[in-house]
DNA sequence: TATGAATGAGGCTTCATTCAT
DNA sequence: AATGAATGAAGCCTCATTCAT
């Protein structure tokens, strides 16, 4: 009896799937170093079928986040139509990305870190979010309210910076320095 | 025969500087996450030595950067005193701290990493770079230079967060955000 | 395509018993302290197979003697059916007893050291021996065989204190001390 | 000026001393393994004096128990004489041992250990304590009131062996225990 | 494909012992 | 004779990674 075709595809997105999941979580409870096990554990499968889809931990980690971080690019144009000024459009994009990051913890410190294994993350971000942001940058620059010299990937990685939260330095005092930062952006008039 | 007063003092000292050169540049190339071992062989002395010198990580990476720290706090009043604005000063201060970080790259990811071992340094950082940074901040309040709402310990850690320097965020990148941050705490006349 | 069932879990349970001969012979030669390491090369495996199968060396220690122990547990009974007297059922449980110690160097040791670790041991005793042994002694104080004040766990104590065997006190020492206790241990008549 | 004579000897004895109070102290609290450093600095000294003190730990467990064995020893004769008969003269040496023994709780698991370092320790009891058992045991002996095939020897190591306590069999346990051994000795009417 | 047992490198820490002063 | 800083071997344990089933 020959078995429906794509029976076994959709089982392996599934088991992808809830890898993924897992990971999610355990990066924000553990912080992307997790160990693989706990992982395994946590979506119910083998460390070999972590191995299977995610040679690397960095293809773990970057695959966790993409979606995110695709949602996000996605986000810039359409603020950019909705929003009153370019530079009103940057901040609540900023809001967005930072949303984002403060509700990953371990993201933040990932990207910060320097970590060579996590060169593929980097690239994921540098080929669509930073693009995304330096729509927003331009605009704002063809508007006359952006400060000279401000590139879009240095932003990023500033805002990414300023979201590594800890005990003293929460979700609300990382929101605050990046609108200040974002404050020190704007051209004075 | 009386022994040479502190000729073994002088010694046990000259190995314990030895050991915090070594820990200081091993930082530096690795992170403060890095074996022990590393830093004994570089330092070249036994792993025990160094035990026996800073029985924990931390009290290793606290000793590293205690010298650095207590420079930078004493700058502050001096600063103070010679600049044209309490602004000014803060500013220049502000740069005398990334000069500080950006050439540690460990420490700053160390203070963002929320390492509960590292709250020794964290507790020397509240007990005396926060007090020195709150003076300026209280200065410049005083003198109607500043945004209400920004703390000490959460700009410092903002500036400390920015410095995390990497492959494409440089020292130039860091000082660039970070005055870009000040601009954003300066009110707006 | 089913694997066979059990192949794995087959292979691995060999893989524990070999664990378990190794750590019982390295036990004998060398005490229960003996270096993780050692059993892991007499059994041919890997540290970390040890520590997956048994979390604490007390894990180990339970495990090796924990078969033995119910052999002789389930020993009491049978005696005590089969033998002339009660008296004489105690004896020749204490000679099984004893005969199991005294093959186990490491595990009198073991029981007499303290150590905080081995506390499953003692319990698996407590739970097992000491109510076959109480057993054995009630039946002998009904027949009035038996001195007063001599309860099951202090009684199986002191036997196996005296089967701490040695250079100059082996294993014909230590059972006609035991059975000189014992002979302590009979009501006069 | 010329010290007086045997002033350096008479501090280098005190030293000596000094060392072997910490030591037994050390062994009451942490056993015969503590850490050599442990005993130097409840001495107060350096660890380097007690190595040239006692060059094996052997040597330092010997000399510490030396002076208590000595005067068990120097016991036994004074018993002989005073009792009414040489098995109530036993009785009351062995109480003696027992009370020295459970006092200093590493010493009969330092005997019952086989450590080969402890050899010293051993042979001291041979020379010493041994005899003086043996001397009671032929007086009973002569006096009809012992079993046969009971050697000084191993009735010390069983009485030493014993004196092994723990959480739940204490030196009451002990003593009833060797008690009861005793009586086992006796020869039966 | 999925599994998870097995491996063993690698980091941590303790402490016996030496030796220059 | 006394000191104690320094050494480094030795044990512990974790976890990334492989591979037979």
């Known amino acids: 009896m020959p078995e429906p075709v794509g029976v076994r595809q959709a089982q392996a ?5 809830g890898v993924l999941s897992a990971a999610s979580a355990v990066f924000v409870d553990q912080g992307v170093q997790a160990p693989i096990r706990d992982i395994a554990e946590r979506a119910g499968v083998g460390v070999g079928t972590i191995y299977r889809n995610f040679p690397t931990r960095a293809d773990l980690v970057t695959a966790v986040y993409r979606h995110q971080i695709d949602t996000c690019t996605a986000l810039a144009p359409r603020l950019l139509e909705e929003s009153a000024s370019p530079f009103t459009a ?9 949303e984002f990051l403060v509700t990953k913890h ?3 410190a990932a990207l910060g870190s320097g970590d060579p294994g996590l060169e593929k993350l980097h690239a994921l971000m540098l080929d669509t979010l930073v693009p995304a942001c330096a729509t927003l940058l331009d ?4 508007a006359d309210e952006l400060s000279p010299g401000i590139t879009a990937y240095t932003l990023m990685r500033a805002i ?8 003293d330095y929460d979700r609300d005092d990382a929101e605050h320095m ?3 930062l974002l404050a020190g952006c704007r051209r004075e008039a």
């Not at 997105?13 to 799937?17: D, L, Y």
């Not at 605009?139 to 063809?142: E, H, M």
């Not at 990414?160 to 005990?167: D, F, K, Y």
């Open 160 to 167: 990414g910076n300023l979201c590594i939260t800890g005990p």
């Open 178 to 180: 990046v609108a200040t």
């Open 139 to 142: 605009a704002c620059a063809d």
């Open 106 to 108: 371990g993201l933040s």
């Open 90 to 98: 940057l901040t609540r994009w900023a809001d967005a990305f930072v």
């Open 13 to 17: 997105q599934r088991t992808r799937s």
